[in-house]
């Protein structure tokens, strides 16, 4: 039964990795959500900065 699992991940896996073109759109993708998050987080502080200093 695990290995029946095992052997089905990986060629879920293969499978993703042939319909996106390898394992570079996932970095990019890894990236980018690291960039959004980080970018949410900054902007998230300056607003409650900017709003603890203005009220």
Not at 6 to 11: D, E, I, W
Not at 29 to 37: E, L, N, P, T
């Amino acid at each position: 039964m695990i290995n029946k699992l095992k052997t089905h991940q990986n060629m879920t896996l293969k499978e993703l990795e042939s319909v996106s073109g390898g394992a570079v759109p996932w970095a990019a993708i890894s990236v980018g959500i690291a960039a959004a998050k980080l970018t949410y987080d900054l902007s998230y502080a300056v607003g409650k900065t900017y709003y603890n200093l203005t009220h």
